[in-house]
């Protein structure tokens, strides 16, 4: 068996477009205005800043617990090509397996019950039909019986949807990355980091160690419960809007950096944003870690007034060794300047959401 994307997936909602080479990702104005931009206030520092993840405002990302948008059949096709390029990107070890048919079953019930008109799963005790009408997938398999998948649990299901994940194992007082599906990531890499514990893997980041506030945050994550997801947002900036930003890449996009100019910089400048949820699985007990990317061009940002005055002072004044930490140092002078023609000194308005 296989998973392969059938003729037509594309129409009015999903878009044709492309994350490389001739780079044709752009975002409506209708998906602009549902971006989760990732400022509420007009500074940032590094914090745990966990909240229930629950369906929130309607039209915007928030408003399914996986959120599924006009970009989805493009970053599958993108994320099949990385896996082509690099089977590496997903890997699951052996005691994952339950934690995969977990994180299937919350997946499919999810855009099942918010999608009815893309997605659709029927279950008469354990044999499934899973129906995914925008990858032109239509798929009978026995729940919990490997051979009747195309891969297993974890990667199946992972192909389906946008976002990177990995799932954790808790054991010896803390979590081990012990299986993942990246091919978003913003220069981290899966191969390097899978069985790595909670600390090890975040390591790199800077100033947040001294704070405690990743011995916060695991003491948090340790007693998360089934049923009771949270989110948090990370973000970093990214030229060009390409998902595939991998440390085992950056010889392809790492020179990318050195072609902003003020003339292009509003263009291919990206704000990367990821909405990043945690959910406890039922069998397994182990966590899903779902880290979903999102592109937003310096342009379109700015067609938010209220976003465009709150980068400007985001990245102005934030903290040399985030900026450093999150790779664009190099143009953090540009990107200040360019930003500053839309930054009036007005004041800003508690929150994320555009003020109209």
Not at 54 to 67: C, N, Q, S, Y
Not at 193 to 208: I, Q, R, T
Not at 254 to 271: C, D, F, M, S, V
Not at 297 to 314: C, M, Q
């Amino acid at each position: 068996m296989s998973l392969d994307f059938k003729p037509g997936a594309f129409n009015d909602f999903f878009r044709e477009e492309t994350f490389r080479e001739d780079f044709t990702y752009r975002n409506s104005t209708q998906n602009i205005r549902r971006f989760p931009f990732p400022f509420d206030r007009d500074d940032y520092m590094y914090s745990v800043n966990m909240e229930p993840h629950v369906p929130g405002r309607k039209g915007t990302a928030f408003e399914h617990i996986l959120d599924v948008d006009e970009h989805y059949v493009a970053e599958m096709i993108d994320r099949a090509k990385v896996l082509a390029d690099d089977p590496l990107r997903c890997q699951s070890l052996p005691h994952m397996t339950l934690a995969g048919w977990d994180l299937l079953e919350l997946i499919m019930e999810a855009k099942a019950r918010d999608y009815p008109q893309w997605f659709s799963l029927e279950k008469s005790g354990n044999n499934w039909r899973w129906i995914n009408r925008p990858l032109g997938i239509d798929h009978s398999f026995t729940f919990l019986d490997e051979s009747t998948l195309p891969y297993g649990p974890f990667e199946y299901i992972t192909r389906q949807t946008q976002g990177d994940f990995s799932l954790q194992d808790e054991r010896d007082g803390t979590l081990w990355m012990d299986a993942g599906m990246v091919t978003s990531q913003a220069d981290w890499s899966l191969d390097f980091d899978v069985g790595m514990n909670f600390h090890e893997w975040h390591a790199p980041v800077p100033l947040a160690h001294e704070k405690g506030v990743f011995d916060r945050a695991l003491k948090f994550l340790m007693k998360l419960q089934h049923g009771a997801p949270v989110r948090r947002f990370n973000w970093t900036m990214t030229v060009n809007p390409l998902l595939d930003t991998a440390p085992e890449t950056y010889p392809k996009w790492g020179p990318t950096k050195a072609t902003i100019t003020p003339e292009n910089l509003g263009q291919k400048q990206h704000l990367r944003v990821e909405l990043q949820s945690l959910y406890r699985l039922p069998r397994s007990n182990a966590i899903a870690f779902d880290i979903r990317c999102y592109l937003a061009s310096f342009d379109e940002i700015v067609t938010v007034p209220k976003w465009g005055r709150r980068l400007h002072r985001v990245i102005r004044d934030l903290p040399e060794e985030l900026a450093t930490y999150k790779g664009f140092i190099r143009n953090r002078p540009a990107m200040v300047d360019w930003l500053s023609k839309y930054d009036d000194g007005q004041p800003t308005s508690p929150g994320w959401w555009p003020d109209d």
